[in-house]
T-cell receptor, first 113, second 115 residues
Framework: QKEVEQNSGPLSVPEGAIASLNCTYSDRGSQSFFWYRQYSGKSPELIMSIYSNGDKEDGRFTAQLNKASQYVSLLIRDSQPSDSATYLCAVKLEGGSQGNLIFGKGTKLSVKP | NAGVMQNPRHLVRRRGQEARLRCSPMKGHSHVYWYRQLPEEGLKFMVYLQKENIIDESGMPKERFSAEFPKEGPSILRIQQVVRGDSAAYFC?????????????FGEGSWLTVV
């Protein structure tokens, strides 16, 4: 059973701090990794995608991938109350069809003013 | 530049009735995916369709669930004889071309409640 694991949280950080969200996956052949943000009662919104080992930065967001450790993370700098949401890690399995993503259950982030 | 459109947004059905959820992909997209999200659970892939073809239905329950994406019109996810356990949010997503770095975009979801 291919799995994606995330701490469910809630992760609480003060406004302005760095929020660090972590994800591990079981399928060593996975090549595509995604972070989605989901507000309560809303649809998932793509924040970042990452395909190669290392860091990828986009504004206040940095995704980090370590395929050897089967680990992907998302850092949110200067966290804002509007960042409070559930963050979903998703992985496309090796050989999986397009769009057949395996999602973690999500980490709930709360940014306190 | 409309995104992925789903309707209805909210649907209430009694046990044993049928539920039909519709999805129009983003303009220019020909690949549609359906996901289900149970309360307090993660998103689970159900099915991947292209026009008139089911490409991957590995996540579809074997009974009562079916999906189609006709040549004309929206994709439809059909749930027959609904049970309380079918209550969930059903998300449709779409993408343009298949590929290694394919990105999928989600619609706003359809919330099904079975009473």
């Amino acid at each position: 059973q291919k799995e994606v694991e995330q701490n469910s949280g809630p992760l609480s950080v003060p406004e302005g701090a760095i929020a660090s969200l972590n994800c591990t996956y079981s399928d060593r052949g996975s090549q595509s990794f995604f972070w989605y943000r989901q507000y309560s009662g809303k649809s998932p919104e793509l924040i970042m995608s990452i395909y190669s080992n290392g860091d990828k930065e986009d504004g206040r967001f940095t995704a980090q991938l370590n395929k050897a450790s089967q680990y992907v993370s998302l850092l949110i700098r200067d966290s804002q109350p509007s960042d409070s949401a559930t963050y979903l890690c998703a992985v496309k399995l090796e050989g999986g069809s397009q769009g057949n993503l395996i999602f973690g259950k999500g980490t709930k982030l709360s940014v306190k003013p | 530049n409309a995104g992925v459109m789903q309707n209805p947004r909210h649907l209430v059905r009694r046990r044993g009735q049928e539920a039909r959820l519709r999805c129009s992909p983003m303009k220019g997209h020909s690949h549609v995916y359906w996901y289900r999200q149970l309360p307090e659970e993660g998103l689970k892939f159900m099915v991947y369709l292209q026009k008139e073809n089911i490409i991957d239905e590995s996540g579809m329950p074997k009974e009562r669930f079916s999906a189609e994406f006709p040549k004309e019109g929206p994709s439809i996810l059909r749930i027959q004889q609904v049970v309380r356990g079918d209550s969930a949010a059903y998300f449709c997503a779409s993408s343009a071309n298949p590929g290694f770095r394919n990105t999928i975009y989600f619609g706003e979801g359809s919330w099904l409640t079975v009473v």
